[in-house]
Nanobody, 120 residues
């Protein structure tokens, strides 16, 4: 069982910043990709950002230039630095990690979710 623990959410005013963290623990052989998703009230969950094992990143258009995804491989932790926050960024943010436990078993784990609220 690979578990993810998220932290860093909170309430900020528009233009502010938050830094989300997600630490993976358990039996992990390799991590192939880490990502952040979010779900706003009344909306479908959407992919926000991903980072692959080689360091390649991808972002949804609405956060490009404002959000930065990064990782600390020694701690199996992924971060999401969120700057210039807007009210439309308000959502529950979930981290996702995909990889291999060993040569025979892969995993696809999700964090518990952390609330981000941006007010005007």
């Amino acid at each position: 069982q690979v578990q993810l623990v998220e932290s860093g959410g909170g309430s900020v005013q528009a233009g502010g910043s938050l830094r989300l963290s997600c630490a993976a623990s358990g039996t992990i052989f390799t991590i192939n990709v880490m990502g952040w998703y979010r779900q706003a009230p009344g909306k479908q969950r959407e992919l926000v950002a991903t980072i692959k094992s080689g360091g390649n990143t991808n972002y949804v258009d609405s956060v490009k230039g404002r959000f930065t995804i990064s990782r600390d491989n020694t701690k199996n932790t992924v971060f999401l630095q969120m700057n210039s926050l807007k009210p439309e960024d308000t959502a529950v943010y979930y981290c996702n990690v995909i990889g291999w436990k060993n040569s025979f078993a892969n995993f696809d784990s999700w964090g518990q979710g952390t609330q981000v609220t941006v007010s005007s």
